[in-house]
């Protein structure tokens, strides 16, 4: 039956897209981590601009000032790294989610080739038991026929 020549695809193609899905799955992972270190690092900026803006207000040395202005700068370049970080996440997790979906179509197309295969051999051998019962009818009908042309 075609099922028995398919049956062995449908199984790599399945293993395929299992293997699609767990590459999603830890992309999206990594994607959710990037995003959380990101709102982290954008949380602290926040946090340590209100923490020096309360200390500068009793005033701040020059030297302090400069350390101030110079954490900040690092800690925009870290956001702005941290940023596209999450962006290439996200689209590589794009990426692999339509990889997955491609392979679960492909699955779902050979085993929808199966399953039309298979009525198609099941009308097949209905039509054919049918004409097996209609010539066995017939055969019995001519076999009563001539019996009584007999008698």
């Known amino acids: ?9 449908i199984k790599v193609q399945q293993q395929r897209e299992e293997k699609l899905q767990a590459q999603f799955v830890k992309a999206q992972q990594f994607y959710l981590q990037s995003e959380q270190k990101y709102q982290g690092l954008a949380g602290y900026r926040t946090d340590y601009i209100l923490q020096s803006q309360q200390q500068g207000s009793v005033g701040l040395q020059s030297r ?4 101030f202005v ?6 925009d370049q870290a956001i702005l ?20 979906l491609v392979a679960q179509k492909k699955r779902k197309a050979l085993e929808l080739l199966v399953q039309r295969g298979e009525h198609a051999e099941l ?3 209905a039509k ?4 097996n019962a209609d ?5 019995q009908f001519m076999r009563n026929r001539l019996h009584a042309e007999a008698n």
């Open 123 to 125: 009308i097949k051998q």
């Open 135 to 139: 010539e066995y009818a017939s055969q």
């Open 128 to 131: 054919q038991e049918q004409k």
């Open 64 to 67: 302090q000032y400069n350390q």
């Open 70 to 75: 110079n954490f900040i700068g690092k800690l």
């Open 1 to 9: 039956m075609i099922n028995q020549r398919f049956a062995m695809l």
């Open 81 to 100: 790294q941290q940023s596209k970080a999450v962006q290439q996440a996200q689209a590589a997790a794009e990426q692999r989610k339509q990889s997955w």
